[in-house]
């Protein structure tokens, strides 16, 4: 579904990620693990469209969209829900999941189907409809970004460190939501620094280090071979603090 092929990306002369080869299939839930500026973000960018490929491919179900831009990608069903959520915070629930469906084009009434079918996945969302994004706490915030990403009725969601600055127990809910989602056959490819829980959905992962793939395989495999892992994610937390 997608092939991401030597891919390099630079910041001016910083070069950020530099030779990149990922491929995602169709309904596989695939992780991408690495420390801090590993490349993880710059990855997942790059594959939006948000970022420019200084060389390499990205192709989607066949199609080379390297050149494409981000809201065309976001059309052929492309979506990422970025680090750091990205919420309109002054903004109320519902404002935030209609802003998903920016590309579609669709008068605001004829959405009122999708809230709702979107809100069935996120009971504390249905609740505060109407609240201020900003108003949320930091667990309910990753669930309305995850739910904003639907909006735009992805094929493959991309969701770069879901975990970030929440509890474990928070963590453990979110990653139960992904999972039913992977179980609806929703193509996911989520960043993350806690190896384990992310290991726990994942069929296949790749650990990124300074900019290239260090290791990749089933997450069984990773999951097996923990010293591995540990050894490009040192300076990670390993598994959310108890
Ligand atoms: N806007 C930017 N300008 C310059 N360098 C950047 C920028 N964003 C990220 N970088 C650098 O690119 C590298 C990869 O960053 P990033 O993709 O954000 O890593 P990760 O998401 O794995 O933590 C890091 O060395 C980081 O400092
Ligand atoms: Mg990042």
């Given amino acids: 579904m997608i092939d991401v092929s030597a891919l390099e990306v630079s910041y001016g002369p910083v070069t950020a990620v530099r030779g990149i080869d990922l491929t995602v299939g169709s309904g596989e839930v695939v ?3 690495g420390r801090n500026g590993a490349g993880k973000t710059t990855t997942l ?6 970022l420019p490929s200084s060389s390499g491919s990205i192709w989607l179900d066949g199609e080379d969209v390297t050149s494409l831009p981000a809201e065309r990608r976001v059309e052929r069903g492309l979506v990422l829900v970025p680090e750091g959520r990205g919420m309109f915070a002054e903004l109320s629930v519902r404002e935030n999941l209609i802003m998903g469906a920016y590309h579609r084009r669709l008068p605001r009434s004829r959405l009122a189907p999708d809230i709702d ?7 504390r969302l249905t609740e505060r409809l109407e609240q201020p994004a900003g108003s949320l706490s930091g667990g309910e915030q990753q669930m309305l970004a995850i739910a ?12 770069d460190e879901p975990s970030l600055g929440l509890a474990p127990i928070v963590i453990e809910l979110l990653y139960e939501l992904l999972a039913d ?8 490819v989520i960043v993350e620094q806690y190896v384990q829980v992310a290991l726990g959905v994942a069929d296949r992962a790749y650990v990124l280090d300074k900019g290239v793939v260090a290791l990749s395989g089933t997450a069984a495999e990773l999951a097996a071979s ?17």
Wanted: hydrophobic share 55%.
């Fill in 45 to 50: 960018k790059a594959m939006a469209g948000l």
């Fill in 181 to 188: 989602l992977a179980r609806s056959g929703l193509t996911l």
């Fill in 148 to 159: 904003r990403g639907l909006m735009a009725e992805p094929r493959v969601l991309m969701v």
């Fill in 31 to 33: 992780v991408v693990l």
């Fill in 117 to 123: 079918r979107v809100t069935a996945r996120f009971p």
């Fill in 226 to 242: 923990p010293d591995l892992v540990d050894a490009y994610l040192s300076s990670a937390p390993q598994e959310a603090p108890a």
